[in-house]
C-alpha cells in the first residue's frame, strides 16, 4: 500500500522536464490507483500523502535553495491535498469498483483546479506540463486549456489499467481512440497552421 505510491511519485516526477521522459506520465499513476483500490480510510489518506510528499520532494526541491522551510512547508501542504484525492478516489473505488476509478480524471481536474486557487496556490506541477514536448499531442489545449491535457493524462492511465486487466479487445480499441484522437486532430492543427503561414 505505501511502495505503489512511492513508486507511482519517483515515475511521474521523471516524467516532468528536463528528463525528456514525459511518456513515463502515461503509466506513472498506475501504481497509485491500485493502492488506492487495496486501502480505505487513513491508510487511503496516508497513500496519497505520501505519494504527494516524494512526488513534490523530488520536483520541487529547489525551492529549498531560497527558503528551506518553505519549500517543506509548501511540500507538506500540497501531499495534504494529494491524500485527500487518494482518500476520495479510494471510496469511490470501494463503492462502484471499476467505474469508481474512471472517476479519476475528474477528481485530478478537480484537485488542480483547487491548486490554482487563492494565495496559495501552486500550478507548477499540473500534469499537462510532461507533454510539454509533444506539440501534435496537446494542439487540443486550445479548447480545453492545461486541465484538458491533465485529463487526458490521467485517462490514459486509467485505459491502460482497464486494458491490462480485461485484456479484450473493446478495451484495446479504446486505448487506441485515446491516443489517436488527440494526435490526428493536433497533427491536422499544425498542418493548417503551417499552411497558413505559407
Given at each position: 500500500a505505501?511502495?505503489?505510491?512511492?513508486?507511482?511519485?519517483l515515475i511521474l516526477g521523471a516524467a516532468f522536464p528536463n528528463l525528456h521522459l514525459g511518456f513515463?506520465?502515461?503509466?506513472?499513476?498506475?501504481?497509485?490507483?491500485?493502492?488506492?483500490?487495496?486501502?480505505?480510510?487513513?491508510?487511503?489518506f496516508g497513500a496519497g500523502?505520501?505519494?504527494?510528499?516524494?512526488?513534490?520532494?523530488?520536483?520541487?526541491?529547489w525551492i529549498g535553495w531560497i527558503t528551506p522551510p518553505g519549500a517543506a512547508g509548501a511540500i507538506f501542504y500540497l501531499a495534504l491535498v494529494r491524500g485527500v484525492l487518494v482518500l476520495v478516489?479510494?471510496?469511490?473505488?470501494?463503492?462502484?469498483?471499476?467505474?469508481?476509478?474512471?472517476?479519476?480524471?475528474?477528481l485530478w481536474i478537480g484537485y488542480e483546479y483547487f491548486h490554482s486557487l487563492g494565495d496559495m496556490g501552486f500550478t507548477w506541477m499540473d500534469l499537462a506540463y510532461?507533454?510539454?514536448?509533444?506539440?501534435?499531442?496537446?494542439?487540443?489545449?486550445?479548447?480545453?486549456?492545461?486541465y484538458g491535457i491533465s485529463f487526458w493524462v490521467v485517462l490514459v492511465n486509467v485505459s491502460?489499467?482497464?486494458?491490462?486487466?480485461s485484456r479484450s479487445r473493446v478495451a484495446l480499441v479504446?486505448?487506441?481512440?485515446?491516443?489517436?484522437?488527440?494526435?490526428?486532430?493536433g497533427v491536422i492543427a499544425l498542418y493548417e497552421t503551417e499552411d497558413h503561414l505559407e
Open positions: 505505501f511502495i505503489y505510491p512511492m513508486v507511482s511519485a513515463l506520465s502515461y503509466v506513472a499513476l498506475i501504481p497509485l490507483f491500485l493502492a488506492a483500490e487495496k486501502v480505505s480510510g487513513r491508510s487511503a500523502f505520501l505519494n504527494g510528499v516524494v512526488f513534490f520532494a523530488s520536483t520541487v526541491y478516489l479510494s471510496r469511490l473505488v470501494k463503492c462502484f469498483g471499476m467505474i469508481g476509478l474512471w472517476c479519476a480524471p475528474f510532461t507533454q510539454t514536448e509533444y506539440l501534435p499531442l496537446i494542439q487540443y489545449a486550445e479548447f480545453t486549456g492545461v491502460l489499467l482497464s486494458l491490462y486487466r479504446a486505448v487506441l481512440i485515446v491516443f489517436l484522437a488527440p494526435v490526428s486532430q
